[in-house]
């Protein structure tokens, strides 16, 4: 039995210790925001905060997510940051398939917390773990800028 | 492809919808396959629109979304003529029926081939503007007065610009009742107020606050989680699995056997993939257990020298090449692909003895339907399809192998089970886009100008394995394999198109964005520039030159050119490659430059694409398919390739088929031609057939490398190479 | 204990399954015991209470002393089940096959006397007068006891007896000449059993003993001779077998183990990683997979209190400072495909994103200009099996050039370290082919 604070709950869960948190948050707690793209940590569809750090859950195991805040997609509007990023994300209309985005909007709302300007270069270092299939890039780019203006 | 153009004769369906309101749909007369699906088919109480009497107009979605906007597009049509606005609709996936959600072009109710704003141009307005018509004559039978003095706008009909109103809603039992009206006015571009302005999707917020739905997140009462091993080499089968120790993994339900597969569920994905491995699967290989990629490359070398089916031949090419002041010849290669869309195959099922539902993002609703059917027993009407929502698609789930699969896995549970495939599934299994073998030889005189064009393309037929009635000339062409080699922009005086028929052992193919533009124009494009280059003329204006006679080429080509400031020097390594099509029905023209490191790193810089697609109808969404899927193909000519040994697919997730990422995205700029009365455009798959020649060209202008073999930069370029 | 393999194969799922839902490393906890160590020259005999609940087995469990001796690293091959042979050895003479030590009478080993076995491992010598490849340690198991080597024995010899006949070996002449190892023998076999030290204590003995005999660390730590035999006078002072720098584990401070503090050793040895001291890769992670990690915290303290008393050598690269920094401007393309397929997992600092595994600060291998073990993990990937976790990183060969990969490296190791990375194009290529 774990216990796992996710967007300021705790929930007790009786999953394997070495259970990726991926997996406990669509599969038992039926938070579904958050992707599975390619278990092995190179797509970044899976990205939720651990201590507003944007971390891979699909190598993040349940035992190694005890005692720190997990926050994810379904919450991330709740911060400053993540509310910015959502609504330069609409505001551009960065989507397509949108699978992906998810994480990526973890990952850019991490990174407006560490680097509120962030240059071109401070979004390639932060989001070139982040693939699109759909090639949004261009656009994500945009996003992040107008976020951090907004 | 010769695309259907919209038609007033088109045969609309109307009738009152179940508990009272409207639905309004329509059938294309003239298709074999959708008559005798009417004929056999009930009365469908659902359509594009329903409006029921409580208000709520639903928009139902004939084409699927995988991320294209087509939901959003296709509202539009619907909206513009329907007098609604796009917040006072909701849309649904349209259930299988061929009757009344065929596209045209496509021969069946599928999304694919950029066709399904063109199939939807007509239509959809036509359905619209009916609903509109006699919603209007509802209400001015109701207040006694001239249709002509009523006003309908945002849902509601007035008398008159100020009078008072009904609600579509309150009108919509009544004008189910009147007769469909034979001809309706379409508006004029010129009065649009939703087509051709830029329209926020209506799937955006679900997927920016993480609450849409797709496949991977359906959650049914009742439902356990499973996934699959395939036999890792085509048409092998299951030999041996540790049953025991699958099931003593914590979490685990049930161990399913298949001839070629072997499932594990469980109470969750962890259970069951750690029940897969400790399954430790073991493969009798079967007959393709030697198949490699330099097995498949030779048998496609061998074959080329047949002449194939002839597809197109005009004067003598041969002659003219024979008495050019030059010639060239090159052979062009493009590797198997696979799709690797960001959301990994995934099925929900619940067989029942009675009836089976389906949740599955599918391209092809009814062959989803179809294929439960067949490995359950079930009718196909007793397979209700819940369309999702798809994370990416390209082609890969116009196949319904993995629903197959499924249906076989889900008839032994008595429960509703989800069934992922890991990524290494999803790539290794994957139904793969062919390898392509191609040889053109070309004639320059003098001028510098082409007098004789070959080209023979080597390849698999994914026509001839999907869809046998799509072949043409009585079965002897898959016309996809010359698609966007026929039918340049140009002129050639003499032209010759070959195709060879050559299946590679132990690989099936199948569809991959931009089908067989993206192959075509590759190397059409590519060898255009060698000749450009061997003439010693600029590659714009050698195209010029040879697309004097066709304007829009002309007119995207030059918009690019000038967009991009071809011409204007660059420094040392750094160049600009071009590309021009016409495919999809629509004209684009895209410029890219780049950089080539002493190292053979290529850096993609920017890109400017100029496209004509004839009408638009969500500009924004026009801009975002020609990013996206220009960036789709330079990933893919960048670093895509699958390849095997000893029948097994090597590559397995994303860090050996590795995709273009942030750091590696080119600024992607889009430059519409406004041209609303030319026949209407796909876009969804132009960018990515334009992107591997453009990036080639750029290569070449930035180090003096000519490179026609797809991936480039996995060691072409480099001193070392990859392997 | 039930004698059933279920730590062997890292690449055995079953494994994975059963510490996946920890029911191994639960059942260890449960067989708290007091034993006794035998060491039999000298009737040298240790009480010792274990007073840690995770010290389960008796020393003369042959279960627990065929993974203390590791038998199933080279017996194994990957994908295979344990012991049954087949696993490729690569030499400079050629390639020869480890033999499948089931006790399968046609294939096996089903048909060895226990004289046979003890010569086997003692003396190189085996069935029927066979001369062993020296690629089989029994220049260390020549340590082991007898009593040892038989409970090994009996272990395996309870193990289901599976017929699996290996390729014949490929070495070329005169290395195919079994019978010139007597020659070899004479040179480079001590042929004794070990001697404990009564000048140190049990706890010291016992480590060399693991060290020395079960755990054959020299046999890829210590430097060879012309001959292949392992340079006494160098003992652990790091040498390169396989491609892969077996580093210094001396205790010199600088090149060896010398700065790490008991419990990080305990630790890295356990789990394969340490704080600011990278995790394991490479034959490092398959031997706690395959090994240390079912050791006893009692003979993993015995073996740090061992290593702490090997004579400092200054060989091989300098270990690394957590805290060391570069300056210098990193190459452009090394951040770009740092960033593309590293940063994943190890975040642009290399300190690790989701699990301690991934945290380089402080790896040796990072410190190492030359790149040795980085240039193996990225052609080859690692696994490395703790009691509770996999822990993977796939190779990356098969999409980024050479010219990609060396960046990546040389930008990790100029960032971690501060040193003057010079991996090139041609290191990775031939890496490739290692």
């Given at each position: 039995?774990?216990?796992?604070?996710?967007?300021?709950?705790?929930?007790?869960?009786?999953?394997?210790?070495?259970?990726?948190?991926?997996?406990?948050?669509?599969?038992?707690?039926?938070?579904?925001?958050?992707?599975?793209?390619?278990?092995?940590?190179?797509?970044?569809?899976?990205?939720?905060?651990?201590?507003?750090?944007?971390?891979?859950?699909?190598?993040?195991?349940?035992?190694?997510?005890?005692?720190?805040?997990?926050?994810?997609?379904?919450?991330?509007?709740?911060?400053?940051?993540?509310?910015?990023?959502?609504?330069?994300?609409?505001?551009?209309?960065?989507?397509?398939?949108?699978?992906?985005?998810?994480?990526?909007?973890?990952?850019?709302?991490?990174?407006?917390?560490?680097?509120?300007?962030?240059?071109?270069?401070?979004?390639?270092?932060?989001?070139?773990?982040?693939?699109?299939?759909?090639?949004?890039?261009?656009?994500?780019?945009?996003?992040?800028?107008?976020?951090?203006?907004? | 492809?010769?695309?259907?153009?919209?038609?007033?004769?088109?045969?609309?369906?109307?009738?009152?919808?179940?508990?009272?309101?409207?639905?309004?749909?329509?059938?294309?007369?003239?298709?074999?396959?959708?008559?005798?699906?009417?004929?056999?088919?009930?009365?469908?109480?659902?359509?594009?629109?329903?409006?029921?009497?409580?208000?709520?107009?639903?928009?139902?979605?004939?084409?699927?979304?995988?991320?294209?906007?087509?939901?959003?597009?296709?509202?539009?049509?619907?909206?513009?003529?329907?007098?609604?606005?796009?917040?006072?609709?909701?849309?649904?996936?349209?259930?299988?029926?061929?009757?009344?959600?065929?596209?045209?072009?496509?021969?069946?109710?599928?999304?694919?081939?950029?066709?399904?704003?063109?199939?939807?141009?007509?239509?959809?307005?036509?359905?619209?503007?009916?609903?509109?018509?006699?919603?209007?004559?509802?209400?001015?039978?109701?207040?006694?007065?001239?249709?002509?003095?009523?006003?309908?706008?945002?849902?509601?009909?007035?008398?008159?610009?100020?009078?008072?109103?009904?609600?579509?809603?309150?009108?919509?039992?009544?004008?189910?009742?009147?007769?469909?009206?034979?001809?309706?006015?379409?508006?004029?571009?010129?009065?649009?107020?939703?087509?051709?302005?830029?329209?926020?999707?209506?799937?955006?917020?679900?997927?920016?606050?993480?609450?849409?739905?797709?496949?991977?997140?359906?959650?049914?009462?009742?439902?356990?989680?499973?996934?699959?091993?395939?036999?890792?080499?085509?048409?092998?089968?299951?030999?041996?699995?540790?049953?025991?120790?699958?099931?003593?993994?914590?979490?685990?339900?049930?161990?399913?056997?298949?001839?070629?597969?072997?499932?594990?569920?469980?109470?969750?994905?962890?259970?069951?993939?750690?029940?897969?491995?400790?399954?430790?699967?073991?493969?009798?290989?079967?007959?393709?257990?030697?198949?490699?990629?330099?097995?498949?490359?030779?048998?496609?070398?061998?074959?080329?020298?047949?002449?194939?089916?002839?597809?197109?031949?005009?004067?003598?090419?041969?002659?003219?090449?024979?008495?050019?002041?030059?010639?060239?010849?090159?052979?062009?290669?493009?590797?198997?692909?696979?799709?690797?869309?960001?959301?990994?195959?995934?099925?929900?099922?619940?067989?029942?003895?009675?009836?089976?539902?389906?949740?599955?993002?599918?391209?092809?609703?009814?062959?989803?339907?179809?294929?439960?059917?067949?490995?359950?027993?079930?009718?196909?009407?007793?397979?209700?399809?819940?369309?999702?929502?798809?994370?990416?698609?390209?082609?890969?789930?116009?196949?319904?192998?993995?629903?197959?699969?499924?249906?076989?896995?889900?008839?032994?549970?008595?429960?509703?089970?989800?069934?992922?495939?890991?990524?290494?599934?999803?790539?290794?299994?994957?139904?793969?886009?062919?390898?392509?073998?191609?040889?053109?030889?070309?004639?320059?005189?003098?001028?510098?100008?082409?007098?004789?064009?070959?080209?023979?393309?080597?390849?698999?037929?994914?026509?001839?394995?999907?869809?046998?009635?799509?072949?043409?000339?009585?079965?002897?062409?898959?016309?996809?394999?010359?698609?966007?080699?026929?039918?340049?922009?140009?002129?050639?005086?003499?032209?010759?198109?070959?195709?060879?028929?050559?299946?590679?052992?132990?690989?099936?193919?199948?569809?991959?964005?931009?089908?067989?533009?993206?192959?075509?124009?590759?190397?059409?494009?590519?060898?255009?520039?060698?000749?450009?280059?061997?003439?010693?003329?600029?590659?714009?204006?050698?195209?010029?030159?040879?697309?004097?006679?066709?304007?829009?080429?002309?007119?995207?080509?030059?918009?690019?050119?000038?967009?991009?400031?071809?011409?204007?020097?660059?420094?040392?390594?750094?160049?600009?490659?071009?590309?021009?099509?016409?495919?999809?029905?629509?004209?684009?023209?895209?410029?890219?430059?780049?950089?080539?490191?002493?190292?053979?790193?290529?850096?993609?810089?920017?890109?400017?694409?100029?496209?004509?697609?004839?009408?638009?109808?969500?500009?924004?969404?026009?801009?975002?398919?020609?990013?996206?899927?220009?960036?789709?193909?330079?990933?893919?000519?960048?670093?895509?390739?699958?390849?095997?040994?000893?029948?097994?697919?090597?590559?397995?997730?994303?860090?050996?088929?590795?995709?273009?990422?942030?750091?590696?995205?080119?600024?992607?700029?889009?430059?519409?031609?406004?041209?609303?009365?030319?026949?209407?455009?796909?876009?969804?798959?132009?960018?990515?057939?334009?992107?591997?020649?453009?990036?080639?060209?750029?290569?070449?202008?930035?180090?003096?490398?000519?490179?026609?073999?797809?991936?480039?930069?996995?060691?072409?370029?480099?001193?070392?190479?990859?392997? | 204990?039930?004698?059933?393999?279920?730590?062997?194969?890292?690449?055995?799922?079953?494994?994975?399954?059963?510490?996946?839902?920890?029911?191994?490393?639960?059942?260890?906890?449960?067989?708290?015991?007091?034993?006794?160590?035998?060491?039999?020259?000298?009737?040298?005999?240790?009480?010792?209470?274990?007073?840690?609940?995770?010290?389960?087995?008796?020393?003369?469990?042959?279960?627990?002393?065929?993974?203390?001796?590791?038998?199933?690293?080279?017996?194994?091959?990957?994908?295979?089940?344990?012991?049954?042979?087949?696993?490729?050895?690569?030499?400079?003479?050629?390639?020869?096959?480890?033999?499948?030590?089931?006790?399968?009478?046609?294939?096996?080993?089903?048909?060895?006397?226990?004289?046979?076995?003890?010569?086997?491992?003692?003396?190189?010598?085996?069935?029927?007068?066979?001369?062993?490849?020296?690629?089989?340690?029994?220049?260390?198991?020549?340590?082991?006891?007898?009593?040892?080597?038989?409970?090994?024995?009996?272990?395996?010899?309870?193990?289901?007896?599976?017929?699996?006949?290996?390729?014949?070996?490929?070495?070329?002449?005169?290395?195919?000449?079994?019978?010139?190892?007597?020659?070899?023998?004479?040179?480079?076999?001590?042929?004794?059993?070990?001697?404990?030290?009564?000048?140190?204590?049990?706890?010291?003995?016992?480590?060399?003993?693991?060290?020395?005999?079960?755990?054959?660390?020299?046999?890829?730590?210590?430097?060879?001779?012309?001959?292949?035999?392992?340079?006494?006078?160098?003992?652990?002072?790091?040498?390169?077998?396989?491609?892969?720098?077996?580093?210094?584990?001396?205790?010199?401070?600088?090149?060896?183990?010398?700065?790490?503090?008991?419990?990080?050793?305990?630790?890295?040895?356990?789990?394969?990683?340490?704080?600011?001291?990278?995790?394991?890769?490479?034959?490092?992670?398959?031997?706690?997979?395959?090994?240390?990690?079912?050791?006893?915290?009692?003979?993993?303290?015995?073996?740090?209190?061992?290593?702490?008393?090997?004579?400092?050598?200054?060989?091989?690269?300098?270990?690394?400072?957590?805290?060391?920094?570069?300056?210098?401007?990193?190459?452009?393309?090394?951040?770009?495909?740092?960033?593309?397929?590293?940063?994943?997992?190890?975040?642009?600092?290399?300190?690790?994103?989701?699990?301690?595994?991934?945290?380089?600060?402080?790896?040796?291998?990072?410190?190492?200009?030359?790149?040795?073990?980085?240039?193996?993990?990225?052609?080859?990937?690692?696994?490395?099996?703790?009691?509770?976790?996999l822990v993977f990183m796939h190779e990356f060969t098969r999409s980024y050039t050479n010219e990609e990969l060396a960046a990546a490296a040389n930008y990790l190791t100029t960032t971690l370290s501060g040193r003057d990375s010079q991996v090139t194009a041609a290191d990775i290529a031939a890496a490739r082919t290692e």
């Amino acid at each position: 039995m774990f216990e796992l604070n996710v967007n300021g709950q705790s929930h007790q869960v009786d999953v394997p210790a070495d259970m990726p948190v991926l997996w406990v948050l669509r599969d038992v707690l039926g938070m579904t925001g958050t992707k599975f793209g390619c278990g092995i940590a190179q797509c970044g569809a899976c990205t939720v905060h651990a201590d507003g750090d944007a971390v891979r859950s699909c190598l993040l195991t349940v035992a190694d997510a005890v005692g720190r805040q997990i926050t994810t997609i379904e919450a991330i509007g709740g911060t400053p940051e993540g509310a910015r990023v959502q609504k330069a994300w609409l505001d551009l209309e960065v989507v397509q398939c949108g699978y992906c985005q998810s994480g990526q909007i973890m990952s850019a709302a991490a990174l407006l917390k560490r680097a509120p300007k962030p240059t071109d270069t401070d979004i390639d270092d932060a989001m070139s773990g982040n693939i699109c299939r759909c090639g949004t890039y261009v656009r994500i780019r945009q996003a992040i800028h107008a976020a951090a203006e907004a | 492809m010769t695309y259907m153009a919209p038609t007033r004769r088109n045969f609309l369906k109307v009738g009152a919808a179940l508990g009272g309101g409207l639905i309004v749909g329509l059938r294309m007369p003239g298709n074999a396959r959708a008559e005798a699906a009417e004929a056999n088919a009930p009365f469908a109480p659902n359509a594009f629109i329903r409006i029921t009497p409580d208000g709520k107009i639903t928009f139902i979605m004939s084409h699927t979304e995988v991320g294209q906007g087509i939901y959003t597009s296709a509202s539009m049509l619907l909206a513009e003529e329907l007098e609604v606005g796009l917040d006072q609709i909701e849309v649904e996936p349209a259930p299988p029926n061929v009757a009344l959600y065929i596209d045209p072009n496509l021969g069946e109710q599928a999304t694919g081939g950029s066709t399904s704003t063109i199939a939807g141009w007509g239509p959809l307005r036509i359905a619209g503007a009916t609903a509109r018509t006699m919603l209007v004559q509802a209400a001015a039978q109701k207040w006694r007065v001239d249709p002509a003095t009523c006003v309908a706008a945002r849902g509601v009909v007035r008398r008159g610009a100020n009078g008072g109103g009904l609600t579509y809603g309150q009108l919509a039992t009544a004008a189910a009742a009147l007769p469909v009206p034979k001809d309706v006015a379409l508006k004029p571009p010129s009065a649009f107020t939703l087509i051709g302005t830029p329209q926020k999707r209506l799937d955006t917020p679900g997927k920016v606050n993480g609450s849409l739905q797709f496949g991977m997140d359906v959650q049914i009462p009742g439902m356990k989680i499973g996934t699959v091993a395939a036999c890792p080499v085509r048409g092998g089968t299951l030999r041996q699995i540790d049953e025991e120790a699958a099931r003593a993994v914590p979490g685990v339900i049930d161990v399913v056997k298949l001839d070629d597969a072997v499932a594990v569920i469980g109470d969750h994905y962890w259970a069951a993939i750690t029940g897969l491995r400790a399954a430790a699967a073991q493969w009798h290989d079967g007959p393709h257990g030697g198949v490699s990629t330099a097995g498949i490359i030779d048998a496609l070398k061998q074959a080329s020298d047949s002449d194939g089916f002839t597809a197109l031949k005009r004067g003598d090419p041969h002659a003219a090449i024979a008495g050019a002041a030059k010639s060239l010849e090159a052979v062009y290669e493009l590797p198997f692909l696979s799709h690797a869309p960001m959301e990994p195959i995934n099925t929900t099922l619940h067989v029942r003895p009675d009836g089976a539902d389906l949740w599955v993002g599918t391209q092809v609703p009814p062959r989803a339907q179809a294929a439960v059917a067949k490995n359950t027993g079930l009718k196909p009407e007793q397979v209700t399809v819940h369309n999702q929502y798809m994370g990416g698609a390209f082609g890969r789930r116009l196949d319904v192998d993995s629903i197959e699969q499924a249906a076989r896995i889900a008839k032994n549970l008595s429960y509703p089970v989800k069934l992922i495939w890991s990524r290494e599934e999803d790539i290794t299994q994957d139904l793969l886009r062919p390898y392509y073998y191609d040889r053109v030889a070309a004639g320059l005189d003098a001028d510098g100008k082409i007098v004789g064009w070959t080209h023979r393309t080597t390849c698999s037929w994914v026509m001839a394995r999907w869809a046998p009635p799509g072949m043409k000339e009585g079965g002897k062409l898959d016309p996809d394999t010359v698609e966007g080699a026929m039918e340049t922009p140009y002129d050639f005086p003499a032209q010759l198109n070959q195709t060879v028929r050559s299946e590679p052992d132990g690989v099936i193919t199948a569809w991959w964005r931009g089908v067989g533009p993206t192959h075509n124009i590759f190397v059409v494009e590519g060898f255009v520039d060698e000749l450009a280059a061997e003439a010693g003329i600029d590659p714009v204006d050698f195209r010029r030159r040879l697309a004097a006679r066709n304007p829009r080429a002309l007119g995207v080509l030059n918009l690019a050119a000038e967009k991009s400031g071809w011409g204007r020097k660059l420094p040392k390594g750094t160049g600009r490659g071009v590309s021009l099509q016409f495919a999809f029905n629509s004209y684009v023209a895209t410029v890219l430059e780049v950089s080539v490191s002493d190292r053979g790193e290529v850096a993609l810089h920017q890109a400017h694409v100029a496209a004509d697609v004839g009408p638009v109808v969500n500009p924004d969404t026009l801009r975002a398919q020609l990013q996206g899927g220009l960036i789709f193909g330079l990933s893919m000519a960048m670093f895509n390739e699958i390849t095997h040994a000893n029948g097994r697919v090597l590559q397995s997730n994303f860090h050996d088929y590795r995709v273009l990422r942030m750091n590696e995205a080119p600024d992607v700029t889009v430059h519409i031609v406004d041209n609303p009365t030319a026949p209407i455009g796909g876009v969804g798959e132009a960018g990515t057939a334009s992107a591997s020649a453009a990036l080639a060209n750029a290569i070449f202008a930035a180090s003096g490398r000519r490179l026609r073999r797809i991936p480039f930069a996995t060691g072409q370029l480099a001193e070392t190479g990859r392997s | 204990m039930k004698k059933k393999q279920f730590f062997f194969d890292r690449k055995n799922p079953k494994t994975f399954a059963r510490f996946g839902s920890l029911p191994g490393y639960r059942r260890v906890s449960q067989e708290t015991k007091v034993f006794c160590f035998f060491f039999s020259k000298k009737k040298y005999v240790l009480p010792l209470l274990l007073l840690s609940s995770s010290l389960a087995y008796a020393a003369d469990n042959g279960e627990y002393l065929t993974r203390a001796a590791d038998c199933a690293a080279c017996h194994t091959k990957p994908g295979n089940v344990p012991f049954t042979g087949g696993r490729a050895i690569k030499l400079p003479v050629g390639t020869i096959y480890s033999p499948n030590i089931t006790p399968d009478k046609d294939t096996g080993v089903g048909n060895y006397t226990d004289d046979e076995w003890v010569s086997a491992l003692q003396r190189g010598v085996g069935h029927n007068g066979k001369y062993l490849y020296p690629a089989m340690p029994y220049n260390s198991y020549t340590l082991m006891s007898r009593q040892d080597a038989l409970a090994i024995k009996s272990y395996l010899f309870s193990l289901k007896p599976v017929h699996n006949q290996v390729p014949a070996n490929s070495l070329s002449f005169p290395f195919n000449q079994r019978w010139s190892l007597w020659f070899w023998n004479q040179v480079n076999n001590p042929a004794h059993r070990f001697e404990p030290d009564t000048q140190k204590s049990a706890d010291w003995n016992r480590g060399a003993y693991l060290v020395q005999a079960l755990g054959h660390c020299g046999q890829c730590h210590t430097p060879r001779n012309w001959m292949q035999g392992l340079k006494q006078g160098d003992q652990l002072a790091g040498a390169k077998q396989q491609g892969w720098l077996a580093y210094n584990i001396t205790s010199d401070k600088t090149h060896g183990i010398g700065g790490w503090s008991d419990a990080d050793l305990r630790q890295y040895l356990s789990t394969g990683t340490a704080p600011n001291h990278g995790p394991a890769s490479g034959p490092m992670a398959e031997a706690i997979t395959d090994s240390l990690r079912y050791l006893t915290a009692a003979d993993i303290a015995a073996i740090v209190t061992y290593l702490r008393d090997v004579p400092p050598q200054t060989s091989g690269p300098p270990a690394l400072l957590a805290s060391a920094k570069t300056a210098t401007t990193p190459d452009p393309l090394g951040v770009h495909v740092f960033n593309d397929a590293c940063a994943g997992c190890h975040l642009p600092d290399g300190q690790g994103r989701q699990s301690a595994w991934a945290s380089l600060a402080g790896d040796h291998s990072v410190g190492d200009p030359a790149g040795t073990n980085m240039l193996q993990i990225l052609a080859h990937g690692s696994e490395l099996r703790t009691n509770d976790r996999l822990v993977f990183m796939h190779e990356f060969t098969r999409s980024y050039t050479n010219e990609e990969l060396a960046a990546a490296a040389n930008y990790l190791t100029t960032t971690l370290s501060g040193r003057d990375s010079q991996v090139t194009a041609a290191d990775i290529a031939a890496a490739r082919t290692e």
